[in-house]
Nanobody, 118 residues
Framework: QVQLVESGGGLVQPGGSLRLSCVAS????????MGWYRQAPGKQRELVAV?????????ADSDSVKGRFTISRDNAKNTVYLQMNSLKPEDTADYYC??????????WGQGTQVTVSS
């Protein structure tokens, strides 16, 4: 019903910035919220941020996210973004886009890799 494609990952230096994009297609009218999750090697997948169709946002409370990551969306383009600034090596992970529909079905993208290293 919903397909998600992430892009924008790559290798960056500590302190650098990246903007991830996630394009939704299919039954996008059914989406009530989208989010970004990340999974570091050997770690559990964790929530980074969530945004609703009305652009209400919630970011993770951890210091790894606060003040550095910002989620946003362009509903006309069915796209959600994650702006990541002041990147740290501990931000290295696979980043996944998520969409939840009004009937609480979840869809996931294939992930995009972010590596922060000097």
């Amino acid at each position: 019903q919903v397909q998600l494609v992430e892009s924008g990952g790559g290798l960056v230096q500590p302190g650098g910035s990246l903007r991830l994009s996630c394009v939704a297609s299919g039954s996008t009218f059914r989406i009530k919220a989208m989010g970004w999750y990340r999974q570091a090697p050997g770690k559990q997948r964790e929530l980074v941020a969530v945004i609703t169709r009305s652009e209400s946002t919630k970011h993770a409370d951890s210091d790894s996210v606060k003040g550095r990551f910002t989620i946003s969306r362009d509903n006309a383009k069915n796209t959600v973004y994650l702006q990541m600034n002041s990147l740290k090596p501990e931000d290295t992970a696979d980043y996944y886009c998520n969409a939840m529909t009004y009937n609480n079905y979840e869809f996931w993208g294939q992930g995009t890799q972010v590596t922060v290293s000097s």
